[in-house]
């Protein structure tokens, strides 16, 4: 599983590295803007993300931008939301607006920090990423 990590805060960063190691190569982006040109590379080099963690609250671009970006960067190459890479947003926000507003613009799943890695695991066994 290839996952990219969108976080501008370094210890929560360093804890979805540490809960995810073992099951693949993570890379990292500090802002949304970052992520977008992380995931277009990618794309461009047919070896998309399988997982993206997505903060909202990020500086240059938010997650909610930075989400909309990728899913119209797969649109573009005619992938399906439903097949691109699965988003998670993984965020301090737990109010509906926050929330709605990322599964109206195709996030797979939402989860709020503090960040439980049992939590985060059984959202990717949802996903069918891990078993």
Known sequence: MKTLITEDDFTSRLLLQ????????????????????AVRVALDAAHPYDLICMDIMMPEMDGHAALKEIRALEEARGIDSTAGAKIVMTTALDDMKSVSEAYFNLCDSYITKPIQKAKLLEELRKMALIQ
């Not at 099951?23 to 990292?28: A, T």
Request: glycine share 10%; no cysteine.
């Open 18 to 37: 540490e809960f995810l190691r073992s099951y693949g190569p993570s890379h990292i982006a500090v802002t949304g803007k970052e992520a977008v040109e």
